[in-house]
């Protein structure tokens, strides 16, 4: 069972955190976030937010954090799943969230931040030195991009007090997610790629969609009482036309597009045409609405 709250003084609700301050294994990903994912999320940001609450909304109602808890949001995003948790732990529980993107950092803050209550700072959860003194750790979807997940699933146990519980959302298979598999296969219809693919286990949104795999690593990292549960919601991806430019800007077949580069060129009208035709057959009441997929996987610290 999940032990009550620690009471956190007012003056230990500051964690120091800074991002590329020096050199971290994710420093490829957290450029590619800065640099590159940035503008596309703040871009569609109503769409994602609105369908990935869904899924943190799920996580909650199945492992709330209980009233007065001092909670960390990894990978907190524009924050409103922050003020969600603000919401649940009531005005004497105290809210983290941090991120690598410091954009998302600053529209967070600007938005939401309500000191003491809710913070946000700029950070890597593989690498920062957190102090031991937070109840409960919540991800939506921000626990799949690190380059050694044990060493930062660790690490976040070690900023977690004895008893204290991880509640993650993450991506089932991208097969069991046709708001980003659909997209996916009609890029590749267009633009293979010019070699074959790479295995790979490397960080990425589809890259904890293995419960077993999920199992083992909170395992290595020293978490216990694991437990997996699935849901199932619906993404809705705005008009025809907004989810047409989101396919071609976001997910796997936007990734596909922009790594293919000049190749990219010619192809576009087609791949687009042809995205109409698959999003025009999920129209519900003129907004496109796909599927998606993913787990809640929660974990306790005994250690």
């Given at each position: 069972?999940?032990?009550?709250?620690?009471?956190?003084?007012?003056?230990?609700?500051?964690?120091?955190?800074?991002?590329?301050?020096?050199?971290?294994?994710?420093d490829?990903?957290?450029?590619?976030w800065?640099?590159?994912?940035?503008?596309k999320?703040?871009?569609?940001?109503?769409?994602?937010?609105?369908?990935?609450?869904?899924?943190?909304?799920?996580?909650?109602?199945?492992?709330p954090?209980?009233?007065?808890a001092?909670?960390?949001?990894?990978g907190?995003?524009?924050?409103?799943?922050a003020?969600e948790?603000?919401?649940?732990?009531?005005?004497?529980?105290?809210?983290?969230?941090?991120?690598?993107?410091r954009?998302?950092v600053?529209?967070?803050?600007?938005?939401?931040?309500?000191?003491?209550?809710?913070?946000?700072?700029?950070?890597?959860?593989?690498?920062?030195?957190?102090?031991?003194?937070?109840?409960?750790?919540?991800?939506?979807?921000?626990?799949?991009?690190?380059?050694?997940?044990?060493?930062?699933?660790?690490?976040?146990?070690r900023?977690?007090?004895?008893?204290?519980?991880?509640?993650?959302?993450v991506?089932?298979?991208?097969?069991?997610?046709?708001?980003?598999?659909?997209?996916?296969?009609?890029?590749?219809?267009?633009?293979?790629?010019?070699?074959?693919?790479?295995?790979?286990?490397?960080?990425?949104?589809?890259?904890?969609?293995?419960?077993?795999?999920?199992n083992e690593?909170?395992?290595?990292?020293?978490?216990?009482?694991?437990?997996?549960?699935?849901?199932?919601?619906?993404?809705?991806?705005?008009?025809?036309?907004?989810?047409?430019?989101?396919?071609?800007?976001?997910?796997?077949?936007?990734?596909?597009?922009?790594e293919?580069?000049?190749?990219?060129?010619?192809?576009?009208?087609?791949?687009?045409?042809?995205?109409?035709?698959?999003?025009?057959?999920?129209?519900?009441?003129g907004?496109?609405?796909?599927?998606?997929?993913?787990?809640?996987?929660?974990?306790?610290?005994?250690?």
């Amino acid at each position: 069972m999940f032990a009550g709250p620690a009471v956190i003084p007012p003056g230990r609700a500051t964690v120091h955190v800074s991002v590329m301050s020096a050199s971290s294994p994710n420093d490829d990903i957290i450029r590619f976030w800065n640099e590159i994912a940035a503008a596309k999320f703040v871009r569609f940001r109503t769409a994602m937010t609105t369908s990935l609450a869904a899924h943190g909304r799920f996580a909650l109602e199945l492992f709330p954090p209980p009233p007065g808890a001092a909670v960390l949001d990894v990978g907190c995003g524009f924050g409103d799943a922050a003020v969600e948790l603000a919401d649940r732990v009531g005005t004497s529980g105290r809210v983290l969230g941090i991120d690598c993107c410091r954009e998302f950092v600053e529209i967070a803050r600007r938005e939401f931040a309500a000191p003491p209550r809710i913070r946000f700072a700029v950070g890597d959860a593989e690498t920062e030195g957190f102090d031991r003194r937070f109840d409960y750790v919540f991800s939506r979807f921000g626990t799949m991009f690190f380059a050694s997940p044990v060493r930062a699933l660790r690490n976040i146990r070690r900023g977690t007090r004895p008893g204290g519980r991880l509640a993650m959302v993450v991506w089932r298979s991208l097969d069991e997610n046709p708001w980003a598999y659909g997209p996916k296969q009609i890029a590749l219809r267009h633009l293979p790629p010019e070699a074959p693919p790479v295995a790979s286990c490397g960080p990425g949104p589809f890259s904890m969609a293995s419960p077993d795999l999920v199992n083992e690593l909170l395992t290595a990292a020293g978490w216990s009482e694991i437990e997996v549960h699935a849901c199932d919601a619906p993404f809705e991806l705005g008009t025809l036309d907004d989810a047409v430019e989101l396919s071609m800007t976001l997910g796997p077949a936007g990734e596909i597009v922009r790594e293919a580069g000049a190749r990219a060129a010619g192809k576009r009208d087609a791949i687009v045409d042809e995205l109409r035709q698959f999003f025009a057959d999920r129209l519900v009441g003129g907004r496109v609405v796909a599927g998606s997929a993913s787990f809640t996987i929660a974990a306790s610290n005994r250690g």
